[in-house]
Protein backbone atom coordinates (compact mmCIF):
# COMPACT_ATOMS: atom_id res chain seq x y z
CA UNK A 1 0.00 0.00 0.00
CA UNK A 2 1.71 3.27 -1.30
CA UNK A 3 1.24 6.41 1.31
CA UNK A 4 2.26 10.12 1.81
CA UNK A 5 2.83 11.39 4.40
CA UNK A 6 3.59 15.63 4.68
CA UNK A 7 5.85 16.95 7.51
CA UNK A 8 6.78 20.39 8.34
CA UNK A 9 6.11 23.70 10.36
CA UNK A 10 2.42 24.54 11.05
CA UNK A 11 2.90 27.84 11.61
CA UNK A 12 5.00 30.31 9.68
CA UNK A 13 6.05 33.99 10.03
CA UNK A 14 5.09 36.40 7.28
CA UNK A 15 8.19 36.88 5.03
CA UNK A 16 10.03 33.64 5.77
CA UNK A 17 10.18 30.67 3.72
CA UNK A 18 8.12 27.55 4.08
CA UNK A 19 9.68 24.14 4.04
CA UNK A 20 7.72 20.42 3.73
CA UNK A 21 8.91 17.12 3.05
CA UNK A 22 6.53 14.47 1.63
CA UNK A 23 7.95 10.65 2.44
CA UNK A 24 7.01 8.02 0.01
CA UNK A 25 6.27 4.63 1.62
CA UNK A 26 5.36 1.59 -1.18
CA UNK A 27 6.52 3.20 -3.93
CA UNK A 28 9.60 4.56 -5.63
CA UNK A 29 9.78 8.35 -6.24
CA UNK A 30 11.82 6.95 -9.47
CA UNK A 31 8.90 4.80 -10.59
CA UNK A 32 8.70 5.52 -14.17
CA UNK A 33 6.29 8.34 -15.52
CA UNK A 34 4.76 9.37 -11.89
CA UNK A 35 5.35 12.95 -11.18
CA UNK A 36 4.82 13.74 -7.49
CA UNK A 37 3.74 17.09 -6.19
CA UNK A 38 2.12 19.76 -4.01
CA UNK A 39 -1.47 21.23 -4.28
CA UNK A 40 -3.35 23.08 -1.56
CA UNK A 41 -6.10 24.45 -0.57
CA UNK A 42 -6.25 27.66 1.83
CA UNK A 43 -9.54 27.94 3.84
CA UNK A 44 -13.02 27.83 2.26
CA UNK A 45 -11.36 27.87 -1.28
CA UNK A 46 -10.63 25.57 -3.44
CA UNK A 47 -7.88 23.46 -4.27
CA UNK A 48 -4.52 24.78 -6.18
CA UNK A 49 -2.17 23.08 -8.33
CA UNK A 50 1.10 24.32 -6.98
CA UNK A 51 3.68 22.33 -8.87
CA UNK A 52 5.58 18.43 -9.58
CA UNK A 53 8.77 16.85 -9.69
CA UNK A 54 8.48 13.66 -12.23
CA UNK A 55 10.01 10.53 -12.21
CA UNK A 56 13.10 11.62 -13.98
CA UNK A 57 13.44 15.34 -11.39
CA UNK A 58 12.35 17.33 -14.22
CA UNK A 59 10.11 20.06 -12.21
CA UNK A 60 6.81 21.60 -13.65
CA UNK A 61 5.59 24.75 -11.46
CA UNK A 62 2.36 26.81 -11.69
CA UNK A 63 2.80 30.06 -13.52
CA UNK A 64 1.81 32.09 -10.22
CA UNK A 65 3.90 31.07 -7.98
CA UNK A 66 6.59 29.81 -10.27
CA UNK A 67 8.82 33.18 -8.85
CA UNK A 68 8.35 31.72 -5.71
CA UNK A 69 8.45 27.79 -5.73
CA UNK A 70 11.06 24.95 -5.40
CA UNK A 71 10.54 21.26 -5.56
CA UNK A 72 13.71 18.37 -5.07
CA UNK A 73 13.81 15.40 -3.81
CA UNK A 74 16.19 13.17 -1.89
CA UNK A 75 15.92 9.45 -3.80
CA UNK A 76 18.01 7.81 -1.33
CA UNK A 77 15.36 8.70 0.85
CA UNK A 78 12.44 8.33 -1.43
CA UNK A 79 11.28 12.14 -0.19
CA UNK A 80 10.06 15.04 -1.79
CA UNK A 81 9.88 18.81 -0.60
CA UNK A 82 8.57 21.84 -1.26
CA UNK A 83 10.02 25.40 -0.56
CA UNK A 84 7.96 28.54 -1.00
CA UNK A 85 9.38 32.02 -0.18
CA UNK A 86 8.10 35.36 0.85
CA UNK A 87 5.00 33.51 3.16
CA UNK A 88 2.02 35.51 3.24
CA UNK A 89 -1.16 35.12 5.20
CA UNK A 90 -2.78 34.27 2.13
CA UNK A 91 -0.60 31.28 1.62
CA UNK A 92 -2.09 29.96 5.14
CA UNK A 93 -4.09 26.40 3.38
CA UNK A 94 -3.69 22.51 4.27
CA UNK A 95 -0.82 21.60 2.03
CA UNK A 96 -1.00 18.19 0.14
CA UNK A 97 1.21 15.99 -1.45
CA UNK A 98 0.07 13.89 -4.55
CA UNK A 99 1.28 11.54 -6.99
CA UNK A 100 -0.05 10.34 -10.69
CA UNK A 101 0.94 8.90 -13.99
CA UNK A 102 1.36 10.82 -16.90
CA UNK A 103 2.75 10.50 -20.84
CA UNK A 104 6.10 12.54 -20.98
CA UNK A 105 5.21 12.52 -24.84
CA UNK A 106 2.08 15.13 -24.28
CA UNK A 107 3.96 16.67 -21.56
CA UNK A 108 2.98 17.51 -17.58
CA UNK A 109 -0.34 18.15 -17.43
CA UNK A 110 -1.67 19.88 -13.95
CA UNK A 111 -4.98 18.95 -12.18
CA UNK A 112 -6.66 19.46 -8.88
CA UNK A 113 -9.02 16.40 -9.73
CA UNK A 114 -8.74 14.70 -6.80
CA UNK A 115 -9.65 11.65 -8.57
CA UNK A 116 -6.92 12.27 -11.07
CA UNK A 117 -4.54 10.95 -8.53
CA UNK A 118 -3.37 7.64 -7.28
CA UNK A 119 -1.57 8.72 -4.61
CA UNK A 120 -2.84 11.82 -2.05
CA UNK A 121 -1.40 12.49 1.37
CA UNK A 122 -3.69 13.49 3.76
CA UNK A 123 -2.64 17.08 4.03
CA UNK A 124 -0.92 19.33 6.59
CA UNK A 125 -2.16 22.55 7.76
CA UNK A 126 0.00 25.94 7.07
CA UNK A 127 -0.82 28.79 8.82
CA UNK A 128 1.18 32.12 7.80
CA UNK A 129 1.10 35.27 11.19
CA UNK A 130 3.50 36.69 13.37
Known amino acids: QVQLLESGPGLVKPSQTLSLTCTIS??????????WGWIRQPPGKGLEWMGV???????YYSPSLKSRTSISRDTSRNQFSLQLSSMTPEDTAVYHC??????????????????????WGQGTQVTVSS
Open 98 to 119: AARPFNPLRGYRPSTCHGHYDY
Open 26 to 35: GASITTTYYA
Open 53 to 59: IDYDGNT
